[in-house]
């Protein structure tokens, strides 16, 4: 049972516009989440965390976490072509030393 | 500098046959992982070394073998590979102080012919 879920599995959106990704945990054990962006061809980066409920806001990049649902989102304003990639949601345990990924949201902007 | 290398980018196998994959990192980073890519597949921990301590997961404990001579280096082993070990292996690193943020290398991709 893959103990990470994203969707939507991938999403086409128009320049400008807003792209939101959501991501949950089936493990109550999880404490931290992760978001990573692999662009085509290249490793995966990693991109924003939160560990704490609530928001957190890294220019045009917004991730909100409920850690009662263990649910998180990631939300790209202002979408540019560059941002066209794989969003890779990963979890882990307090004291667990790696991470699980998610299958992945393959983001695509439209000029 | 944030490099992780990985050696070979691409290794044709033949079922039955051996394989390594060689991977290394610059940044003095205590934990070296080894996950396993498929296509539309999240990408799985295979396993990990904290220090010299190697830590594999349950599902693929008999598949895979690693060793980590050095701090730098780490190689992923698969003593007869299957068809079904045809995928990405992708190398990251981390350090203590920031255990989530891995650095990935470029893949080595395995095809098993």
């Known amino acids: 049972q893959q103990k990470v879920q994203q969707s939507p599995e991938s999403l086409i959106v128009p320049e400008g516009g807003m792209a939101s990704l959501n991501c949950t945990s089936s493990?109550?054990?999880?404490?931290y989440f992760w978001w990573y962006r692999q662009h085509s061809g290249k490793s995966p980066k990693m991109l924003m965390?939160?560990?704490?409920?609530g928001e957190k806001e890294e220019g045009r990049f917004t991730v909100h976490l409920n850690k009662a649902s263990l649910h998180t989102s990631l939300h790209i304003r202002d979408s540019q072509p560059s941002d066209s990639a794989l969003y890779l949601c990963?979890?882990?345990?307090?004291?667990?030393?790696?991470?699980?990924f998610g299958t992945g949201t393959t983001v695509s902007v439209s000029p | 500098d944030t490099t992780v290398k990985q050696n070979p980018r691409y290794k044709l196998a033949r079922v039955g046959k051996p394989v390594n994959l060689i991977c290394s990192q610059t940044?003095?980073?205590?934990?070296m992982y080894w996950y396993q890519k498929k296509p539309n597949q999240a990408p799985k921990l295979l396993l990990f070394?904290?220090?010299?301590?190697?830590?594999r997961e349950a599902d693929t404990f008999e598949k895979f073998q690693s060793s980590r001579p050095n701090n730098s280096f780490c190689s992923l082993y698969i003593g007869s590979a299957g068809l079904e070990y045809s995928a990405m292996y992708l190398c990251?690193?981390?350090?203590?102080?920031?255990?989530?943020?891995?650095?990935f290398g470029e893949g080595s991709k395995l095809t098993v012919l």
């Open positions: 965390s939160i560990f704490s409920n």
């Open positions: 493990d109550r054990n999880v404490d």
């Open positions: 990963a979890a882990s345990t307090q004291g667990g030393r790696a991470l699980i």
């Open positions: 990251a690193s981390s350090s203590l102080r920031n255990t989530g943020q891995l650095y």
């Open positions: 940044m003095n980073h205590d934990t």
């Open positions: 070394y904290y220090d010299k301590i190697l830590n």
